[in-house]
């Protein structure tokens, strides 16, 4: 009688598989201390259903910033144009104002993990958009070497005034 060495095989196999991955899942708990510093955006998009768009346009610029208790935030379209002297008219302030977004405020990270990284609620306590002011920003975001990914449920935009959920992408200054 011959006993077949395939099944043991298939189960050596399956358990090392789990085993190899095992630091790999380990990497990806990501801390709090991760995000600390300073991060420059690189794409920042909106989406609602399948319609994609650019709140700052395709070129935005920007920072946003950790400190270990504290988030920052300045958000610009890059291509926007000067005003013509430094006291601003109504309109060029409207246009300013509509192509920015900045806001700040103490932060806290959910430990439990999820697919799209942390969960972290930021209490906004200064806005340049007012409506900002007192409300909680919550972002799942996840650091990749010096990449770090924010992505929102549907989170209300200042620039566009709708609610709709939104990606950035940032890469470390520092």
């Known amino acids: 009688m011959r006993i077949s060495t395939a099944p043991f095989l298939a189960t050596i196999t399956a358990l090392?598989?789990?085993?190899?991955?095992?630091?790999?899942q380990a990497q990806r708990v990501m801390k709090k201390d991760q995000l600390v510093g300073t991060w420059r955006l690189a794409t920042f998009t909106a989406t609602?259903?399948?319609?994609?768009?650019?709140?700052?346009?395709?070129?935005?610029g920007g920072y946003l910033g950790f400190s270990p208790a504290r988030f920052w935030v300045m958000l610009v379209d890059s291509t926007r144009k000067a005003p013509v002297a430094a006291a601003l008219t109504d309109a060029e302030a409207a246009y300013l104002m509509k192509t920015s977004a900045s806001y700040t405020g103490r932060y806290d990270?959910?430990?439990?993990?999820?697919?799209?990284?942390?969960?972290?609620?930021?209490?906004?306590?200064?806005?340049?958009?007012?409506?900002?002011?007192?409300?909680?920003r919550v972002f799942f975001m996840r650091v990749d070497g010096d990449k770090l990914t924010l992505k929102s449920p549907?989170?209300?935009v200042p620039m566009t005034g709708s609610t709709t959920a939104v990606e950035l992408n940032l890469v470390r200054t520092e």
Do not use: R
């Open 154 to 156: 549907a989170v209300f």
């Open 109 to 136: 990270v959910d430990p439990a993990q999820t697919p799209d990284g942390m969960k972290v609620t930021i209490h906004v306590d200064a806005a340049s958009q007012q409506a900002l002011t007192g409300t909680n």
């Open 48 to 60: 609602s259903g399948n319609q994609v768009s650019y709140p700052l346009g395709e070129h935005p």
């Open 16 to 24: 090392a598989a789990i085993v190899l991955t095992l630091p790999l």
